[in-house]
């Protein structure tokens, strides 16, 4: 998030990201996947059974941890809404942006989270682990069990991938988020994007793993 922001600024589009706000920013990277963690006392399962409610969990402890660290209201809700732009599926609408900048870093918090996930060197080799998480998630969120097991097997959810890219990922980062992404491309605009690049290459992965032998 940290390197899309910079090359936004270096862009000079505007609205301008503050020092303060741009702060925010990477306490709500540092924060927004805390919901995974366990509180003292909970012995059962791993922090996966939180998967479907990570982000609101995430938000709670932003408010408990920054107001214990003496924020303010409006840059604890900052944080928060930062954090709730990482959901999947989230209605960005629904969510209540203090001004236009706040709803920037947040899209760029959860562009970031997209391209940071599918662009690591290890993303495929960690998909079999992911479908582990998403069959103890259902477990946990019976009301929710739809969304997480209609991967039958880890193969199925490898299977799946390139067009959770296409047709959920690609058009989510360039129509929800505004097309931010572009503003990792070296040099801008038009440069190569070393995100992306990643991404076709692991999608390459897969497609050669699935082809018949």
Known sequence: MARLLHGRHRAGAEPR??????????????????????????????????TAVHVTRSAEFA???????????????????????TGVGV??????????????V??????????????ADDYVDKLPV????????????????GDFTHFANPDDLRRNTPRFWSHYVRPRLEREFGGLYHF?????????NWYLERIEANLARIEKMLAPA
């Open 17 to 50: 990201i503050d020092l303060a706000l741009f702060r925010l920013g990477i306490l709500a990277v540092l924060l927004h996947d805390t919901g995974y963690l366990k509180r003292p006392g909970d012995h059962e399962g791993t922090g996966a059974k939180y």
């Open 184 to 192: 990792l491309e070296d040099p801008y605009p038009g440069g190569p």
């Open 106 to 119: 947040g899209y760029a918090l959860a562009t970031a989270d997209l391209l940071g996930q599918m662009a």
């Open 63 to 85: 408010a408990e941890c920054l107001g214990m660290k003496n924020f303010t209201g409006p840059e604890i809700r900052a944080v928060q809404n930062m954090i709730r732009c």
């Open 130 to 145: 992911l479908y582990e998480e998403f069959r103890e998630a259902a477990a946990y969120s019976p009301e929710l069990h």
């Open 91 to 104: 209605d960005l609408d629904s969510i209540c942006f203090q001004n236009q900048a706040e709803r920037l």
